[in-house]
Nanobody, 116 residues
Framework: QLQLVESGGALVQPGGSLRLSCAAS????????IGWFRQAPGKEREGVSC????????YYADSVKGRFTISRDNAKNTVYMQMNSLQPEDTAVYLC?????????WGQGTQVTVSS
């Protein structure tokens, strides 16, 4: 079965950190571009960060630049997103997707809640 599974979401206090994982099964992530998105209640889904499948080029939304870091470990078939200095406005369901040619996969998401 081809799927992406996110993990690592939790309840964290403002200023805290989390590392999200996006693991693939049934296919290899090596040549896929991977994106992290988030969706808060009542808001549009927004792109947070992405990493290319070719040379590892990364991109970050302005709202997370300098706080979030995306990386990939092809040996583990997993992409990570380190999130530091979390704020309440970062609260959302975080989803990853993998895109290559005509193929696109989405995970189910993992909840991140930033609250004191």
């Amino acid at each position: 079965q081809l799927q992406l599974v996110e993990s690592g979401g939790a309840l964290v206090q403002p200023g805290g950190s989390l590392r999200l994982s996006c693991a693939a099964s049934g296919f290899t992530l090596d040549y896929y571009a991977i994106g992290w998105f988030r969706q808060a209640p009542g808001k549009e889904r927004e792109g947070v960060s992405c990493i290319s499948g070719s040379n590892g080029t990364t991109y970050y939304a302005d709202s997370v630049k300098g706080r979030f870091t995306i990386s990939r470990d092809n040996a583990k078939n997993t992409v990570y997103m380190q999130m530091n200095s979390l704020q309440p406005e970062d609260t959302a369901v975080y989803l990853c997707n993998a895109v290559r040619l005509f193929y696109k996969f989405w995970g189910q998401g993992t909840q991140v809640t930033v609250s004191s």
